[in-house]
């Protein structure tokens, strides 16, 4: 009996095949997949309220800034997920939310610059794409509370507070280490001084 090698060659050649459609790197991944994941790997963070007596979120917020504006005609709001504007946020009010300032492909990977503002959380992301799941690798990650409070007091300085709003549980919190949602002054401080936030 003689065996010829074509059967086993072309079903090596089926397997390799198969293999290839298969394999995905993280850049082929929507923009849509990607902050999804992106939220859920911050949950914790942005499904918190600011104090242990505040409203728990029931959507991780997200923000777009600078070159992650781009983003926003990919991007929809899911009921695990909402997207706003920097408009929609202020008036909201928001004090746990994601800002995205840039998403961008770097070879096979993707890289995110990100804040977490709520947790004075900022930095570099790299996201890969390994064992059939997304995987989140800090590239330069900080934490700077003095950060925190120039967002906040970028977004917020010198509008009105609202009592019960998210900002107004931190603004109080952070002021006069009371977990109330009434608001310690009517206006948010325009610095971003420790003394004021």
Known sequence: MRMTAAPFLLALAGLLASTAVCAKDAADYSAQELVEALTQRFSKVLLAGPTRDSPRNTAAIVLLEGKGLSLA?????????????????????????????????????????????????????????KDGKLVFKGEDTYRSSGGARATYARLYGGLPCRDGSEMAYRFNYANQFVRSGECPTPRFPTSDSAFEW
């Open 73 to 129: 005609p990919q991007l929809q709001s899911t009921p695990t997920m909402r997207v706003l504007s920097k408009e929609q946020l202020v008036a909201e009010q928001r004090s746990n939310f994601l800002i995205i300032s840039q998403l961008g492909q770097q070879g096979p990977d993707v890289m995110v610059d990100y804040e977490t503002p709520n947790n004075a959380s900022f930095g570099t992301l790299r996201i890969q794409h």
